[in-house]
């Protein structure tokens, strides 16, 4: 994937819908594009230190003490419940077939959100999203 | 297939004046001279597995026989180091020899250095390679291009220069010293880093660079006494080592264009993504737009300097099926440096930061330096031999009651797990009470992430506020937890509180 096609990419997911051109040239100079084969675990459930992930094409699924929970896919992100809260991560995340992703250190998270308002509110949107989602099903 | 199948090295006569490895059929193949390839072609001879080694270049040193472009590494060689030179531990104050595991092999670099600083000039990391090909009896096929790679139905023929040669597995030790620049509109205008010219000839001239990273601000650091103006320029803020952690940020000796920066003394920091670069009758205008705050720029200077990166030189490998990432400049990688997506495709040297590993709080892993690589070349011809050839590496047994003193003295003193933070990982298996083995050092991720027996392994970690401490994985019936361990002022990991600490952890499982 070209820089110009990363931007694009970049362009069409909703967390970053509100950023002007250079805004998302500098997030795709921020972040790592990281690529994970099929079955490779991408977080790993009780290590620390782990990092912030957004799905940039593939799916992965995401496993809480071994039994599936939900599929991720493009323009989902995760790891950053175990960032803000300072624990580790309560699943694993494994790539289903070829997985490519961005990713953001987590001790640069805080300064990131801080940077792009408009990011951190859309991950808040995401967020209110999955716990209305999640009180659906109680 | 017209590529013959040749008889085992030992059988064949070989002389000085007789350049080694004609074409033919080869367990392995190696592709580079540079301290990737000789460091893995190295350890797979010392190991049994026959192979050919090739090279396009006239003799040893890879990218070293050209770059860095102002002559001096910036990674240390300590001559003068707290343990002996030559030994095991001097690795960790040694960062840029090869290894050696028999003695006159390793620590060979600070031979050649003059003093002047403990970054090693280009020509004393060259000289280094080459004395290091030279005693260590490390035989390559120079002036043999690789050209072009088919698959077979055992493995793989390789197109060279000199004729075809097949194999069974392949290890590209090609590098990433290809220039690389973005799809910028007039990029092709200017010139990349690899032509910078003297320092000399841009005597009161207005500089751009593009790019913020070590090459981009090595340029600024070497023009800043000739220079009437310089300004770099990429999309990010300027990442720093000493804020990173790790050798990902632009490096301390580096520095002096950012303080100028700061001091507000003619060298700006801009952090702006390029939008075209023109030319104008005295030289060039680039066009760039404010990333961290809005703003337009049309900057007129005399000249531009792409520092813009390297890529890998894969050739065909894309269309032989190797998947690549990082905007396609590094092949996508197993824990033990295989292409995910061919396999008996292997890479060594810098080109195997393509297996991230488990990147514990953002600190990448050091391969792609030869402080790292070098490391990760060792278990790679480990991993080759005994899952590709059979040959078993002897593992030595353990007793019980010294794993815990083993373990704790390792994150102490290991230069792997000091190169290799969080990456590579000293294992102990514990198949029963009565028999525990040294594994060696694996990667960390295939120690957490792929199952087997009993286990413990130990790493160097470093967290987000910069404090070094042993991160510890015991694997019991399959399942793998993590436990760190405490920090010491000293970095000695070896007090009777770790003790103690590790102890209480490994209860049960020794």
């Given at each position: 994937m070209s820089r110009a096609e990363l931007i694009d990419t970049l362009a069409g997911l909703a967390l970053f819908a509100d950023l002007s051109r250079p805004q998302l040239e500098a997030v795709a100079h921020t972040f790592e594009e990281e690529y994970f084969a099929d079955g490779q675990r991408v977080l790993r459930q009780g290590f620390s230190g782990s990092n912030l992930y957004i799905v940039v094409s593939g799916q992965a699924a995401v496993h809480v003490d071994g039994t599936q929970r939900t599929i991720l896919s493009r323009g989902d992100f995760f790891g950053e419940i175990s960032i803000l809260l300072g624990e580790p991560p309560v699943a694993d995340v494994v790539a289903m077939g070829p997985l490519r992703c961005l990713a953001l250190a987590g001790s640069e998270v805080e300064t990131f959100l801080l940077a792009y308002p408009r990011v951190t509110y859309r991950m808040l949107q995401a967020e209110a999203r999955r716990v209305r989602s999640t009180n659906l099903w109680r | 297939m017209a590529v013959t199948r040749r008889q085992p090295q030992s059988r064949r006569r070989r002389s000085a004046s007789v350049r080694p490895f004609p074409p033919g059929w080869y367990p392995v193949i190696t592709v580079g001279s540079g301290p990737g390839g000789l460091q893995t072609s190295y350890f797979l001879r010392r190991l049994g597995v026959e192979h050919a080694a090739l090279s396009a270049d006239p003799g040893a040193g890879g990218m070293f026989r050209r770059y860095p472009l102002f002559q001096r590494l910036i990674s240390w060689s300590k001559p003068y180091a707290p343990v002996e030179r030559g030994t095991r531990p001097y690795e960790w104050y040694d960062w840029n020899s090869l290894l050696g595991?028999?003695?006159?092999?390793?620590?060979?670099?600070p031979e050649f250095m003059d003093g002047k600083s403990y970054f090693p000039s280009r020509t004393a990391m060259e000289r280094g390679l080459a004395a290091f090909a030279d005693r260590a009896r490390v035989p390559v096929r120079y002036n043999c291009r690789w050209e072009g790679t088919k698959r077979t139905d055992d493995g793989f023929v390789l197109v060279t220069s000199d004729g075809e040669y097949a194999c069974r597995v392949v290890v590209f030790a090609i590098g990433m010293a290809e220039p690389w620049t973005p799809e910028v509109p007039g990029m092709d205008l200017v010139p990349h880093y690899v032509r910078t010219a003297s320092p000399r000839a841009y005597a009161d001239k207005r500089v751009v660079i593009l790019g913020k990273r070590n090459s981009g601000f090595e340029v600024a650091d070497a023009l800043l006494p000739w220079a009437r103006q310089i300004i770099l320029l990429s999309p990010r803020p300027a990442l720093l080592s000493i804020h990173s952690r790790s050798t990902a940020g632009v490096r301390a000796r580096y520095l002096l264009p950012y303080e100028d920066h700061v001091l507000g003394g003619g060298v700006f920091v801009l952090d702006a993504a390029t939008e075209r670069i023109e030319r104008t009758p005295s030289g060039y205008r680039v066009y760039a737009k404010g990333t961290t705050r809005p703003s337009d720029f049309a900057l007129d200077t005399d000249t531009v300097i792409a520092a813009t990166g390297f890529t890998t030189p894969l050739l065909d490998l894309r269309t032989l099926g190797v998947a690549t990432f990082n905007q396609d400049r590094l092949p996508a990688l197993t824990p033990f440096w295989e292409s995910t997506t061919v396999r008996g495709v292997f890479f060594a040297g810098t080109?195997?930061?393509?297996?991230?590993?488990?990147?514990?709080?953002g600190i990448p892993s050091n391969s792609g330096g030869v402080a790292g690589f070098r490391h990760n070349a060792r278990v790679l011809a480990r991993h080759l031999a005994e899952t590709y050839f059979g040959i078993t590496v002897p593992r030595a047994g353990l007793r019980r009651d010294n794993v815990v003193l083993h373990l704790l003295s390792e994150v102490t003193h290991a230069p792997e797990l000091w190169n290799q933070r969080s990456y590579l990982a000293r294992v102990v298996n514990v198949h029963s009470r009565e028999r525990i083995e040294e594994e060696g050092i694996l990667p960390l991720s295939h120690f957490v992430d792929v199952g087997g027996p009993d286990a413990v392994a130990i790493v160097l970690e470093t967290d987000q506020t910069g404090d070094h401490h042993p991160a510890v994985y015991v694997r019991r019936g399959g399942r793998v937890t993590e436990h760190v361990l405490p920090s010491d002022p000293l970095h000695n990991f070896e007090t009777p509180a770790h003790r103690a600490q590790l102890t209480a952890l490994l209860d049960g499982l020794l």
């Amino acid at each position: 994937m070209s820089r110009a096609e990363l931007i694009d990419t970049l362009a069409g997911l909703a967390l970053f819908a509100d950023l002007s051109r250079p805004q998302l040239e500098a997030v795709a100079h921020t972040f790592e594009e990281e690529y994970f084969a099929d079955g490779q675990r991408v977080l790993r459930q009780g290590f620390s230190g782990s990092n912030l992930y957004i799905v940039v094409s593939g799916q992965a699924a995401v496993h809480v003490d071994g039994t599936q929970r939900t599929i991720l896919s493009r323009g989902d992100f995760f790891g950053e419940i175990s960032i803000l809260l300072g624990e580790p991560p309560v699943a694993d995340v494994v790539a289903m077939g070829p997985l490519r992703c961005l990713a953001l250190a987590g001790s640069e998270v805080e300064t990131f959100l801080l940077a792009y308002p408009r990011v951190t509110y859309r991950m808040l949107q995401a967020e209110a999203r999955r716990v209305r989602s999640t009180n659906l099903w109680r | 297939m017209a590529v013959t199948r040749r008889q085992p090295q030992s059988r064949r006569r070989r002389s000085a004046s007789v350049r080694p490895f004609p074409p033919g059929w080869y367990p392995v193949i190696t592709v580079g001279s540079g301290p990737g390839g000789l460091q893995t072609s190295y350890f797979l001879r010392r190991l049994g597995v026959e192979h050919a080694a090739l090279s396009a270049d006239p003799g040893a040193g890879g990218m070293f026989r050209r770059y860095p472009l102002f002559q001096r590494l910036i990674s240390w060689s300590k001559p003068y180091a707290p343990v002996e030179r030559g030994t095991r531990p001097y690795e960790w104050y040694d960062w840029n020899s090869l290894l050696g595991d028999a003695p006159g092999h390793g620590a060979l670099v600070p031979e050649f250095m003059d003093g002047k600083s403990y970054f090693p000039s280009r020509t004393a990391m060259e000289r280094g390679l080459a004395a290091f090909a030279d005693r260590a009896r490390v035989p390559v096929r120079y002036n043999c291009r690789w050209e072009g790679t088919k698959r077979t139905d055992d493995g793989f023929v390789l197109v060279t220069s000199d004729g075809e040669y097949a194999c069974r597995v392949v290890v590209f030790a090609i590098g990433m010293a290809e220039p690389w620049t973005p799809e910028v509109p007039g990029m092709d205008l200017v010139p990349h880093y690899v032509r910078t010219a003297s320092p000399r000839a841009y005597a009161d001239k207005r500089v751009v660079i593009l790019g913020k990273r070590n090459s981009g601000f090595e340029v600024a650091d070497a023009l800043l006494p000739w220079a009437r103006q310089i300004i770099l320029l990429s999309p990010r803020p300027a990442l720093l080592s000493i804020h990173s952690r790790s050798t990902a940020g632009v490096r301390a000796r580096y520095l002096l264009p950012y303080e100028d920066h700061v001091l507000g003394g003619g060298v700006f920091v801009l952090d702006a993504a390029t939008e075209r670069i023109e030319r104008t009758p005295s030289g060039y205008r680039v066009y760039a737009k404010g990333t961290t705050r809005p703003s337009d720029f049309a900057l007129d200077t005399d000249t531009v300097i792409a520092a813009t990166g390297f890529t890998t030189p894969l050739l065909d490998l894309r269309t032989l099926g190797v998947a690549t990432f990082n905007q396609d400049r590094l092949p996508a990688l197993t824990p033990f440096w295989e292409s995910t997506t061919v396999r008996g495709v292997f890479f060594a040297g810098t080109v195997t930061q393509g297996a991230i590993g488990l990147k514990k709080h953002g600190i990448p892993s050091n391969s792609g330096g030869v402080a790292g690589f070098r490391h990760n070349a060792r278990v790679l011809a480990r991993h080759l031999a005994e899952t590709y050839f059979g040959i078993t590496v002897p593992r030595a047994g353990l007793r019980r009651d010294n794993v815990v003193l083993h373990l704790l003295s390792e994150v102490t003193h290991a230069p792997e797990l000091w190169n290799q933070r969080s990456y590579l990982a000293r294992v102990v298996n514990v198949h029963s009470r009565e028999r525990i083995e040294e594994e060696g050092i694996l990667p960390l991720s295939h120690f957490v992430d792929v199952g087997g027996p009993d286990a413990v392994a130990i790493v160097l970690e470093t967290d987000q506020t910069g404090d070094h401490h042993p991160a510890v994985y015991v694997r019991r019936g399959g399942r793998v937890t993590e436990h760190v361990l405490p920090s010491d002022p000293l970095h000695n990991f070896e007090t009777p509180a770790h003790r103690a600490q590790l102890t209480a952890l490994l209860d049960g499982l020794l």
